[in-house]
């Protein structure tokens, strides 16, 4: 089963980009989830995730302008990304949070140009 994510584009720096994941309700009610990116020649790092309950926590890099939520209803975990920059370029992923390796799908890509 692979995580689909979707949303990504291209963006001036100072805007805005709403990532989106489906998961499976097998997947997604039992697990924290995650949103991940991998820069080019970078490792892929989290960005964010959240729990079942709705606690989050993000990485200072995107702190205050990022805002990961989660919809139960829909199986559907979210990333706004508000006021982006250069630096947030990156290919997006969703995963559960720890990660695993079988969820990785195609990503979603995010330019911010300057």
């Known amino acids: 089963v692979q995580l689909q994510a979707s949303g990504g584009g291209l963006v001036q720096a100072g805007g805005s980009l709403r990532l989106s994941c489906a998961a499976s309700?097998?997947?997604?009610?039992?697990?924290?989830m995650g949103w991940y990116r991998q820069a080019p020649g970078k490792q892929r790092d989290i960005v964010a995730f959240i729990t079942r309950s709705g606690s989050t926590n993000y990485v200072d890099s995107v702190k205050g302008r990022f805002t990961i939520s989660r919809d139960n209803a829909k199986n559907t975990v979210y990333l706004q990304m508000n006021s982006l920059k250069p630096e947030d370029t990156a290919v997006y992923y969703c995963?559960?949070?720890?990660?695993?390796?079988?969820?990785w799908g195609q990503g979603t890509q995010v330019t911010v140009s300057s």
């Open positions: 995963n559960t949070a720890p990660s695993r390796a079988s969820y």
């Open positions: 309700g097998s997947i997604f009610n039992l697990n924290t």
